[in-house]
């Protein structure tokens, strides 16, 4: 199955900037995820929008949603350290199966 | 805490020989799920299970072995037959058996080739 694209592949910002990533996708979805991975570490869900939301929001994070493109982005605003990780977009097409993006490589310079 | 536990962190496999990796849940949930990922890439499914005694297979699942005798417990054993198993092997589960909702995951296992 094809997976879903992310860009940039990786990004390099100054702590306290914003990080904007971006997930396309081929075909109709139920809901797409964003997920957080720690160098080495498991997969942790960020957030869930579905295919009938445009927006949604989770602290410092804000997941936009438009199905007329087959896009989503993810930005993190106010960047921390922490905020150093890889982070995955995954697409829901049916009940038991995601696609997966390659992922965005974000790194937070102190 | 409730969580998914898989062990062990680091595996090594030598030639011709099957590995068992663990997998354990305590969050109750039905579904579980065996993600293989490469570097630079994102997660490909190799086994899934909705319920207990039922398994299906994902993406790439030859070479590899489930079962699912216990709701909290998924053990993927990678057999001789997986020529290239070099990779992060990462479980996880969500409730009533959707992918479409939150996974939950493991901490991961790394597994080489000696």
């Known amino acids: 199955s094809q997976q879903g694209e992310e860009d940039p592949q990786a990004l390099s910002i100054q702590e306290g900037e914003n990080a904007t990533m971006n997930c396309s996708y081929k075909?109709?979805?139920?809901?797409l995820q964003w997920y957080r991975q720690n160098s080495g570490r498991g997969l942790v869900h960020l957030i869930l929008?579905?295919?009938n939301e445009r927006e949604k929001h989770s602290g410092r994070l804000r997941v936009t949603l438009d199905t007329s493109k087959k896009s989503s982005s993810l930005l993190i605003t106010a960047s921390r350290a922490a905020d150093t990780a890889s982070y995955f977009c995954a697409t829901g097409y049916s009940n038991y199966q995601l696609i997966w993006g390659a992922g965005t490589k974000l790194i937070i310079k102190p | 805490d409730g969580g998914i536990t898989q062990s062990p962190k680091y595996l090594f496999r030598k030639e011709g020989q099957n590995v068992t990796l663990s997998c354990e849940q305590n969050l109750n949930h039905d579904a579980m799920y065996w993600y293989r990922q490469d570097p630079g890439q994102g997660l490909r499914l190799i086994y899934y299970s909705q319920i207990v005694n039922d398994f299906q297979k994902g993406d790439i699942a030859e070479g590899y072995s489930v079962s699912r005798e216990k709701k909290e417990s998924f053990p993927l054993t990678v057999t001789s037959a997986q020529k290239n198993p070099t990779a992060f092997y990462l479980c996880a589960s969500t409730t009533a058996g959707s992918a479409n909702e939150k996974l939950f995951f493991g901490s991961g296992t790394q597994l080489s080739v000696l």
């Open positions: 929008i579905r295919s």
């Open positions: 075909t109709s979805i139920n809901n």
